[in-house]
């Protein structure tokens, strides 16, 4: 990385402050009744890999779908900016649909910066060193934080902004929560400044019910990961096969919930904590949601943030959308 220091920009948190919030999060929410665990803690070094995994999954469609409509959309979409762009990413992750806008932009001739942020900083650094590779005149400051701090820790935009909100990484948020964020985003969007936003659409449960649990498994393991976490960050002594990765669709509040699923009667010790947590046989940790829109429901989220939907496309399969918006002044 040394070599392209000056064309990289690196933002974030110091001290622990993600140990401590994790050890905090697991206290909370496996003293809790029923128990949880937040999903932002999928994503270590680990989580980041699986993850990546479950894109490149037959099942998991959603990362292909938006894909799909970036490789058709992607120069008509940056030739709608002209001057200095800076290209802004939430859970930018490995960036790898994200490298057709940044290509697409380069094509038109535009001064690019990046601005990628992300809770995992090794999936970060391996993405920002592959990206000042292969664009030379790209520059980046990433910002390795969550959501909610990356939001008081963005640089100042030169020129216009794209914020990127891809991978219907807005599912994760609860419906009121999704607002509240969009809110904000939209305070710091200009009147040349978009929002893009990809959306995983509500559709029959079938689909949804294969797309997170897998027949290879990735995502149980993904979902598993988590007390494979604490026992490596916080002295945990899970046994993680004696966990069960259970997936289902709610149709009524159009989501899919994600659980592990203690397969027996028993208690775990976590170190750090020093603490027993014990787990019923088929006592359930909720560790994660991921809400799924209509059309309608897309329209009042961002009636409701205070922003305008610009375009719409889909894929071929109507699955995903993607939505362009702008902050109505
Ligand atoms: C990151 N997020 C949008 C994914 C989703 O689809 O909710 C996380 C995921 N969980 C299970 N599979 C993928």
């Not at 990546?52 to 490789?71: K, N």
């Not at 216009?160 to 999704?178: C, F, Q, T, Y």
Request: net charge negative; with cysteine; aromatic share 10%.
């Amino acid at each position: 990385m040394r070599a392209d220091a000056e064309r990289l920009e690196w933002i974030e948190i110091p001290g622990d402050h993600e140990v401590r919030a994790f050890a905090q999060a697991v206290r909370e929410g496996l003293g809790a009744s029923p128990k949880f665990l937040p999903c932002r803690f999928f994503y270590d070094e680990e989580g980041s890999r699986l993850f990546e995994a479950i894109c490149e999954l037959d099942e998991y469609y959603l990362t292909r779908a938006e894909r799909e409509i970036l490789e058709r959309e992607a120069a008509s979409l940056a030739a709608r900016f002209t001057g200095p762009v800076t290209l802004i990413e939430l859970g930018s992750g490995n960036a790898a649909k994200t490298r057709l806008l940044i290509e697409a932009f380069l094509r038109n001739g535009a001064e690019l910066r990046y601005v990628p942020v992300d809770v995992c900083r090794t999936a970060l650094q391996d993405s920002c060193r592959a990206l000042l590779r292969d664009f030379p005149p790209l520059k980046i400051c990433a910002v390795a934080a969550e959501y909610w701090h990356a939001l008081k820790l963005l640089p100042p935009a030169a020129g216009r902004k794209l914020v990127l909100w891809l991978g219907s990484n807005i599912g994760n948020l609860d419906r009121p929560e999704a607002v509240r964020f969009l809110r904000c985003l939209a305070q710091d969007l200009g009147s040349d400044d978009r929002l893009l936003l990809g959306i995983d659409l509500r559709k029959e449960a079938s689909t949804l019910e294969r797309a997170y649990d897998d027949s290879q498994r990735v995502t149980a393991q993904f979902n598993r990961n988590l007390l494979a976490r604490i026992n490596r960050e916080l002295g945990g002594h899970f046994d993680v096969s004696r966990f069960a990765h259970r997936a289902v669709y709610r149709e009524d509040v159009g989501r899919i919930e994600m659980y592990l699923v203690s397969e027996a009667r028993q208690t775990v010790r976590i170190d750090a904590l020093d603490w027993e947590v014990a787990f019923l046989e088929g006592e359930e940790i909720h560790t994660e949601n991921s809400y799924k829109y209509s059309f309608e429901e897309i329209d009042e989220l961002a009636d409701a943030a205070g922003l305008r939907i610009e375009a719409r496309w889909l894929d071929r399969h109507s699955r995903f959308s993607l939505n362009l918006l702008r902050a109505v002044r």
